[in-house]
């Protein structure tokens, strides 16, 4: 006898699936259609360039669950609910087209693979459900927050396995036990409910079968209905969301082009950034209903960490919560009078209290964890920024310590409040080429605010300029005529100033002809090469351990035999260079060439989970009332490595480890020093001539 198995099978009218089916559908389009109708409601967004890049993204990310992954055991536990419910699902669409088209394919060896595939994947498909509700009963990582919603979706998905194999293993006990040739085998989980239920007479089995198989059915079309109002409408809108994503650079904000909303209308300066939620684009309110409320934003962002009022998790879904409740007043309001109430408040004020209060904002360092960790690709920071647009340009809500930054730039042309305005006094005994004195050169070195002006820094500064002439690179610098990028301004919410910054250092920049830079700053680095094309300044920027590693690389920059002394090291990534650009090799590439034996001790958060310094954000010149200072935490890493020295590529983790060094190690046996000093030293030790 051919394996093979009857479509319904002990069932009676069983085309009344149908049409319950098809109400089943209508509801799933309506939940998606009312959500479709707040999301209209947003500004425009373009999201549909690069589509072939976009598809192989949700390819990657859906079927390769390769951000949820990143955690372990619930990566495990998604992957195998995901693929248990969708190799469940394509079976379930070959029995309808067999049953459509009249082409009976199921049979022979094609029915038995069928059978086995089917059976092994609703296996682990229950096995991860198991996982997911073990961790939330039992396990309960802090971050996670279960709901009602959350066991509803779980439960309703074990409920429909189970059923699929009851039902399997009654018709097998009746159709296929009793036959000499027992395929059953091919079927491992009906097989083994079969082998449960064959004291059973058939009429029983029957019955059983015939009664589980229509409950089973209402079972499905509640989860289909349910798929776009529940916890599961992440299927739905984390997938949209993954393939409308930002493809460009996290570290990029959105330019609003200030000057033509102002010629459009000279009242628009009374409303910049946003602070009613229609503000936001469509995309960003998208990313409120594709937020499956997982907490791993929060399990990795350090303002949360060090106990300020910041929860991105809790931020987006207070968002969504802003949206669904005041959303439709406004969508039915066809003359548009409805007023949409405002975002931002202060908390503990009257009423109800804000959606978000300023506190929260206040609190982001702008470190893209948040993002980096979501599986849905939800962009938090962009979000955070423009609301405190709102604060800082609109109503001048900030503290005083971003106040005195900011007019310190507008005032100086730099943000260090008491600091030196000289930006020449750091090569004053130098033999270097500066562009404002008619020198030309191949590259620019843009030393910043920070590397010229701050002590600890222009070391730094001066250790890269070292390590390129003894290259023989050919570089200058702007000198005096060099300002703030603006990234400081816009960080904190004052795009006027970042944009009246780029303006002008674009200016002079196309007065000399530039076209290579060479930063120290990620953050200059991130500004220059990915934010400054919006004014076409358009440049080839290269981060100095990038550089440095090239030379490395080419060999024009040749290195001691014994290079480093010995040191054992660790490296820091700074969060605008790893997760904002993805540059992670590089400065691994030249401490590999001074750690002993060219390895380099990895701390306990590193690469694209590396622990923010706590000076993003416009953090390096104000603070907060933290309960344990970020930079403590990552100097308690650094210490747990067992290094002698932590090796960093940014002048604000600079400033922040070695603050965080003098408060946890008194005895100083870790020291902070830039990937270029470390260099430095080895050319000095090697005895190396300056070129």
């Known amino acids: 006898m051919v394996p093979t198995r009857e479509i319904f099978w002990n069932i009676v009218d069983g085309w009344w699936i149908y049409p319950f089916a098809t109400v089943a559908m ?76 009249g082409i009976h394919y199921l049979e022979g060896p094609v029915y038995l693979g069928f059978s086995l595939g089917a059976d092994v994947f609703g296996i682990l498909g229950i096995i991860g459900i198991g996982m997911a509700m073990w961790r939330r009963a039992v396990m309960r990582p802090t971050y996670l927050e279960s709901s009602l919603d959350d ?24 159709t296929v036990l009793p036959l000499p040739d027992n395929w059953a085998l091919w079927s491992p989980g009906g097989y083994a409910v079969a082998l449960a239920l064959r004291g059973f007479s058939d009429a029983s089995l029957e019955a ?80 409120f209903d594709a937020c499956t409320n997982c907490g791993r934003c929060e399990s990795v962002c350090p303002a949360h960490g060090s106990g300020v009022a910041l929860n991105p998790r809790k931020l987006i879904r207070d968002l969504k919560d802003h949206l669904s409740e005041v959303g439709p007043g406004l969508g039915a309001a066809s ?47 962009p979000k955070i920024i423009e609301m405190r647009q709102h604060l800082v340009m609109t109503e001048g809500r900030m503290s005083d310590g971003v106040k005195a930054m ?30 404002s004195r008619g020198d030309r050169a191949e590259y620019l070195f843009w030393v910043g605010c920070t590397g010229s002006m701050i002590e600890r820094n222009v070391a730094v500064t001066r250790a890269v300029v070292r390590v390129l002439q003894a290259a023989n690179v050919d570089f200058a610098v702007l000198g005096a005529e060099e300002g703030c990028t603006g990234d400081p301004a816009r960080r904190v919410g004052d795009e006027l100033t970042y944009q009246t910054c780029a303006k002008t250092n674009i200016e002079t920049l196309e007065r000399y002809g530039v076209r290579k830079i060479i930063a120290t700053c990620p953050h200059c680095f991130n500004t220059l090469r990915n934010e400054y094309p919006d004014f076409d300044g358009r440049y080839e920027v290269v981060h100095h351990t990038q550089f440095i590693a ?17 040191e054992t090291l660790t490296y820091h990534d700074p969060c605008y260079l790893g997760r904002h650009n993805g540059e ?34 416009g953090f390096a010149f104000t603070d907060d009332n933290p309960t344990e200072r970020i930079n403590h935490r990552r100097v308690d890493q650094v210490k747990a490595a067992g290094v002698e020295t932590v090796a960093v590529g940014c002048p604000f983790c600079m400033q922040m480890l070695e603050d965080g060094l003098s408060a946890r190690d008194p005895e100083k046996r870790v020291r902070a020093a830039d990937v270029a000093e470390l260099v430095a030293e080895a050319l000095d030790a090697g005895g190396a001539d300056p070129a």
């Open 26 to 101: 209508a509801v799933f389009a309506w939940g998606i259609v009312r959500r479709l109708r707040l999301w209209r409601l947003g500004g425009p967004a373009a999201r549909l360039d690069r589509p072939w890049e976009r598809i192989r993204g949700v390819f990657a990310e859906v079927f390769g669950q390769k951000r949820q992954l990143r955690q372990g055991y619930a990566g495990v536990a998604h992957a195998l609910i995901f693929y248990g419910f969708f190799v469940e699902f394509i079976a379930t669409c070959m029995i309808a087209v067999q049953e459509w088209s």
């Open 151 to 174: 066991w509803f979706a779980l439960c309703l998905l074990l409920v429909i396995f189970v059923q699929g194999f009851v039902i399997e293993g009654a018709r097998i006990a009746v």
């Open 208 to 287: 059983l079968h015939r009664t589980l198989w229509w409950v089973h059915a209402m079972t499905a079309f509640v989860l289909i209905g349910y798929f776009s109002f529940g916890k599961l409408a992440h299927a739905f809108f984390g997938l949209s969301n993954i393939f409308l994503r930002d493809l460009g650079p996290s570290g990029r904000l959105a330019y609003p082009d200030i000057e033509a909303a102002l010629d459009a209308d000279p009242d628009a300066l009374d409303a910049l950034g946003t602070n009613k939620v229609d503000q936001f684009s469509w995309k960003s309110l998208l990313d």
């Open 335 to 381: 003359d548009g009078a409805v007023a949409m109430p405002s975002l931002v408040g202060i908390a503990g004020g009257e009423g109800a209290g804000p959606a978000i209060t300023e506190e929260e904002l206040w609190g982001c360092r702008t470190c893209g964890a948040c993002q980096q960790e979501c599986p849905v690709y939800i962009e938090h920071v």
């Open 406 to 435: 900011l007019k310190n730039i507008e005032d100086r042309g730099q943000p260090w409040v008491g600091g030196s305005s000289d930006r020449e006094a750091w090569f004053e005994d130098l033999d270097i080429k500066v562009l």
């Open 550 to 566: 090239e030379l490395l690389r080419e060999g024009k920059l040749e290195l001691p035999p014994e290079a480093g002394g010995g």
């Open 584 to 617: 992670y090799d590089a400065p691994r590439e030249v401490l590999s060439r001074l750690a002993p034996g060219g390895k380099i001790k990895e701390l306990e958060a590193n690469r694209s989970r590396a622990l923010c310094c706590g000076a993003g954000g």
